[in-house]
């Protein structure tokens, strides 16, 4: 069923959908009055919904039934992404929004090859936002997940470092894999810190490790930029039971 967000809690028995969604209702989907929608408030609730009535720019939803949304993880994921060669951030943004990131932080690591100046950087963070609408729509999220402005890599781990487990998601770390840390308590947040295709940069590893992230291996076999993400979330999502 077709499903749609809100940004906040309905008042009443009904719901006005406005804009680029009702659009999307009346000429893209073609619905009629009377089918069904969900549409969620972002805030945890499904309302399953009858449309009631249709213009162009508006369409009226009238609230047959609300529930718990199911498609949001119990754990706060955000996966900080080092800014990827070409579209591999549009595929990275999609499965991210897939396998239950609440939050996508791009940001320019040493090797980032791909450095756009800041109105493609604005063109681009408007298509990955797109891109996470598009996918929380498609896998049933109860949110759309954030794609946040691009940071530095030093205001990444800034931020990364706050989380329960700041993981540093580091192709040459030999001592440390990823299950023996996230098996030893229980996952409420995680932060994932993926470096660009060039890998990461000696200071860059040293800025996160004296900011207490942690170094973690996700195997011996070097993963692609646009696999390790992808690995590492549902990694976190199966530790803590959300796969
Ligand atoms: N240039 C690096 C090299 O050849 O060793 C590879 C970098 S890899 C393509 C891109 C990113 O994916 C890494 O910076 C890391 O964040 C992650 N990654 C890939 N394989 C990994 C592994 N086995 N363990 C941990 N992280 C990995």
Redesign the pocket.
């Known amino acids: 069923m077709p499903r749609f967000f809100i940004d906040e809690k309905p008042k009443g028995e009904e719901i006005i959908i406005t804009g680029e969604d009702a659009h999307h209702i009346t000429k893209v989907l073609r619905m009629k009055i009377g089918e069904e929608l969900v549409i969620c408030d972002c805030q945890g609730n499904d309302y399953n919904c009858e449309i009631e009535s249709l213009q162009k720019d508006a369409v009226c939803c009238k609230i047959i039934e609300i529930t718990e949304s199911v498609g949001e993880a119990k754990a706060d994921v955000t996966l900080f992404m080092?800014l990827p060669k070409g579209d591999k951030m549009d595929f990275i943004v999609q499965k991210a929004v897939e396998l239950g990131a609440k939050k996508i932080v791009p940001y320019i690591a040493k090797r980032s090859v791909s450095r756009p100046d800041e109105k493609s950087m604005r063109k681009k963070c408007d298509r990955w936002r797109k891109i996470a609408k598009e996918a929380a729509m498609q896998s049933g999220r109860g949110i759309i997940p954030e794609v946040c402005n691009v940071l530095t890599h030093k205001d990444a781990v800034k931020q990364a470092s706050e989380y329960q487990f700041a993981l540093f998601?580091?192709?040459?770390?030999q001592e440390t894999g990823i299950k023996s840390v996230l098996s030893q308590k229980e996952i409420s947040s995680a932060a994932l810190?993926?470096?660009?295709?060039?890998?990461?940069d000696d200071s860059e590893v040293k800025l996160a490790i004296d900011a207490n992230m942690q170094s973690?291996?996700?195997?011996?076999?070097?993963?692609?930029?646009e696999?390790?993400p992808l690995v590492a979330l549902s990694i976190v999502m199966y530790e803590s039971g959300n796969i």
Do not use: D, Q, W
């Not at 810190?193 to 990461?200: D, K, L, S």
């Not at 973690?216 to 930029?225: H, M, P």
């Open positions: 080092a998601l580091y192709e040459n770390e810190m993926i470096g660009p295709e060039g890998g990461f973690v291996s996700l195997g011996k076999r070097i993963l692609r930029c696999t390790a």
